[in-house]
Structure formats: structure tokens, C-alpha cells
């Protein structure tokens, strides 16, 4: 079965920092990749989605990602995050149906 | 708006008992699904529904029981015979992705917390 790994279980970072977040896919042709966002207690809202085309997709909220096939990765990236981006992060692929993550943590300091 | 609406937002339930969670949306998508969201394990699939009298089993259906009677409401039962119930519940609707599901992008309600006490 297709899945997504995301090694970082929590990341914390200053307001006003970048901040990426990394996704590693295992899929044979090219996937369908995703970003949602989870804030405490709340369901979850598409960041950013990448099915094909250019390699550097941009989202809501200013953030991007980029799809690297060489290293099956497709890493979030903001260049200057905000105490609001506080969340819970998933990246996820479709392989008929839609496949999380396990989620990364982001805490923002003031 | 359209959206998905789940309820109720907080539940507690006495071991044994079968609980009910709603989850209605209005935003005529096909596809319907519930996840169970646990600490650190992301969202599990529990069940889904490609059409309307049709639901599929994912992958950790065991003591838990759906419906799907209407397009637009796909109930999730919470049986006694789930041995560790306590969780985030999450629905989410979806459009077909063609020969997929889904196209990937779905939309979630706000979600259902269920506490066993």
C-alpha cells in the first residue's frame, strides 16, 4: 500500500522563523499528494495539493511545497511563521483512498 | 454555507452502552468517511461510502457499525464491542476522483470527542 512518512513528530519554532516540515512518500507512479492543517480540537482544512505539473505548489495561509521525485519527498515550507500557524500538520496520498500521515506538531514562541 | 456538520461536539458514554454520532453535509459529495484520530497515530479510516446503500470497511472497522440511507448523512454507532472507544472522531465528504475515491481534497466537520467512562 502507498503511505506517507512525516519523521518529525513535533517542531517548535519562533515567531518569525521558517519553518519546514518534511514528507516522504512511498508511491510507484506519481502521486497525488497533500498538506492539511489541524488546529486544536478542530477537524482538518487542505493547505495545498500537488497532482502534477510544477514541482513547487503553492497553498493558503503563504505556505508552499515542493514535490521532489529523486527523494520522494514533498516538504511544507513558510518563510515566516506566525503564532497563529500552531497546529498539527498531515501530509497525505492518494492511493485510491486518501492516506494520512501521523502528524507533525508545530508549537510557534514568541 | 455548505459544509459538514457533526454532532454532538462532546459525548461520554458508560462502558456498554452504544453511542450514535451524527454527521450530515450539504455539500453533494458522493463520498463520505469516518476517521478515528488518536495521539501521535494520526487518522485511522474506519469506514466509507462511495454512493448511497454502499459503505466499505477501513481499517479498523471492528466494533464500530454506519449506515448510509441518505446522500447527504452517513452515521457512525459506536458498539460495546469496541474495547478502546475513547477518541477523536472525525467525518469528512469527498467528491469522486474518477477511477480514485476520491480527488484527494475533503472536507471535515469540526469533529466528535466520545469519552468512556
Known amino acids: 500500500a502507498q503511505s506517507v512518512t512525516q519523521p518529525d513528530i513535533h517542531i517548535t519554532v519562533s515567531e518569525g522563523a521558517s519553518l519546514e516540515l518534511r514528507c516522504n512518500y512511498s508511491y510507484g507512479a506519481t502521486p497525488y499528494l497533500f498538506w492539511y492543517v489541524q488546529s486544536p480540537g478542530q477537524g482538518l482544512q487542505l493547505l495545498l495539493k500537488y497532482f502534477s505539473g510544477d514541482t513547487l505548489v503553492q497553498g493558503i495561509k503563504g505556505f508552499e511545497a515542493e514535490f521532489k521525485r529523486s527523494q520522494s519527498s514533498f516538504n511544507l515550507r513558510k518563510p515566516s511563521v506566525h503564532w497563529s500557524d500552531a497546529a498539527e500538520y498531515f501530509c497525505?496520498?492518494?492511493?485510491?483512498?486518501?492516506?494520512f500521515g501521523a502528524g507533525t506538531t508545530v508549537t510557534v514562541r514568541a | 454555507d455548505g459544509g459538514i456538520t457533526q454532532s454532538p461536539k462532546y459525548l461520554f458514554r458508560k462502558e456498554g452502552q452504544n453511542v450514535t454520532l451524527s454527521c450530515e453535509q450539504n455539500l453533494n459529495h458522493d463520498a463520505m468517511y469516518w476517521y478515528r484520530q488518536d495521539p501521535g497515530q494520526g487518522l485511522r479510516l474506519i469506514y466509507y461510502?462511495?454512493?448511497?446503500?454502499?459503505?466499505q470497511k477501513g481499517d479498523i472497522a471492528e466494533g464500530y457499525s454506519v449506515s448510509r440511507e441518505k446522500k447527504e448523512s452517513f452515521p457512525l454507532t459506536v458498539t460495546s464491542a469496541q474495547k478502546n472507544p475513547t477518541a477523536f472522531y472525525l467525518c469528512a465528504s469527498s467528491a469522486r476522483g474518477g477511477k480514485s475515491l476520491t480527488t484527494g481534497e475533503l472536507f471535515f466537520g469540526e469533529g466528535s470527542r466520545l469519552t468512556v467512562l
Open positions: 497525505a496520498v492518494v492511493d485510491y483512498k486518501l492516506s
Open positions: 461510502s462511495q454512493i448511497v446503500n454502499d459503505f
